[in-house]
């Protein structure tokens, strides 16, 4: 690989002209966590000041509107993952969805013990996981396979799902390898022995293709500040399979989710469709600045974003095994490209040290993985080939440079 190969693919690049719609101060350091906080874009930022202003000019007026805004930019989104309207809401967090979700799951199916996860997957679902095991006294079995095996992972699955099992929760991209499980598959498993399937959708959204009403999918959740650039603390979404409603009550019970709710009636009665998936007042700030930024991954259109991913990763994954394998490093994401997602681990001893020294000298900001991973996630609305081409010669430079001397963070954050 060289760097005019990189430039030629910037040349090629169909998405080229969107980098345009954000802010960008220079070429350093090269932003390669687009998968953890996406950059806000313009239209983004204007988005939220004219939320603030609409705030102030219309003050508790405004609810009139903003009140849908959970449903409205829920629809907008399940565009992008493949789901017709009134199935996804915009609303709380990732976290809380997870668990709104699960809990429901599990009530519909009193009768089975076992909860099924993965033991590499994201903490919080792991966390979501464990507590409802415990506050429902079921069975919490995690899978154990490599993080970066994602066809492991589906066998140990295969074996393991029968007919106690309630749930089970797993992300179709994991997050720190980047391996991709068969959404339709996977799915079809699940159902097949009568549990239900809930999908974290974090790192798929927005980069990586998903068919939830094709794949026949009971549930999901995901994030809105990786790929969709909603912004730090924008909320989460959820999605509900429509033959699913009115037939999962979710544990939240707030006044959102009750049926007639300026009726302010007694007792808990829920809405009808997604909308008993609610439970409180929405974020509405937070649902503008993720609105903005559909409305710029819909111009750009899932089949170029996945498009652009694949090639990215594949470039990333060249170089990886040209200039940091003979280093010392190690591609810990599948090495297969039709088992990734959008982003790419690279594995090594000094993992933590090197990545200080990436991000202390202004050259490069990955995200360190514990133990000794760095996570790079290219954003394919505004990372080119070049920012890949120049982060991983930066690597190499800054590991050749001396041995990164082994051992872990003080503390990870
Ligand atoms: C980022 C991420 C989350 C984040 O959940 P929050 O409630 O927004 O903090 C959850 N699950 C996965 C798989 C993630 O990657």
Redesign the pocket.
Known sequence: MDRRTAERLDLDDPLAGLRAEFDIAGDRPVYMDGN?LGRPSRATVEAVHRAAADWAGRLVGGWQEWIDLPSVVGDRLGRLVGAGPGQVLVCD??????YKLAAAALDARPGRDVIVGAAT??P??RYVLEGLAAATGRRLVLLDAPDDDPAALEDRLAATVGDQTALVSL?HVH?RSGARLDGRSVTELVQGRGALMLW?L??SAGSVPVDLDGWGADLA?G?S??YLNGGPGAP?WLYVRRGLHGRLRQPIWGWFGRADQFAMGEGYVPAAGIGSHLTGTPPVIGLRAVDAGLELLERAGVAALWAKSQRLTALLAEMVEEDLVPLGARLASPSDPDRRGAHLTVGHTGAWTWCRALVDGDLVIPDFRAPDRIRLGPAPLYTRFTDCFDAVRMMAEVLAAGPAPAGGPARVT
């Open positions: 953890s967090s990732t976290t809380v969805n997870l997957d994201f919080t679902d992300s997050y974290d974090a790192h959740v994030c500040y990786k989460g």
